[in-house]
């Protein structure tokens, strides 16, 4: 079952595409065709591109060049997977100031989604 794909919004902003935004044209794109691979395969997209990092999050990996790119998202009851965050990474571990940006995103959207997820 194919995944559906849905980037945070707070109002009518969306971090996720203001981030996307700001790469450069290649990294753009590469990172596009690993959320088409989370899209077709889900969790089971594979250990190169998807890592558990906790309290039901997850990291979407992508290398371009040398430059880490993650997208942390997590997964809503169904098919849905909802993308929460992203940046560039820099260190081998993910910044705690992503993830608690992360979790609080998952927060609010579970508020006004009813709370229906996974993890």
Do not use: C, W
Not at 7 to 35: T, Y
Not at 39 to 65: C, D, H, M, W, Y
């Amino acid at each position: 079952m194919e995944m559906e794909i849905e980037f945070f919004k707070k109002g009518n902003i969306s971090p996720i595409i203001e981030f996307l935004d700001l790469l450069q044209e290649k990294e753009r794109a590469k990172v596009f065709r690993n959320i088409e691979l989370l899209k077709q395969f889900g969790l089971n997209a594979g250990g190169n591109f998807i890592e558990p990092i906790g309290e039901g999050l997850f990291s979407l990996r992508t290398v371009f060049s040398g430059v880490n790119i993650r997208l942390l998202f997590f997964t809503v009851v169904g098919n849905q997977v909802v993308i929460l965050s992203g940046f560039k990474k820099k260190t081998n571990k993910i910044p705690k100031r992503e993830i608690d940006i992360a979790k609080e995103r998952k927060k609010e959207y579970l508020k006004i989604q009813g709370g229906k997820h996974y993890g």
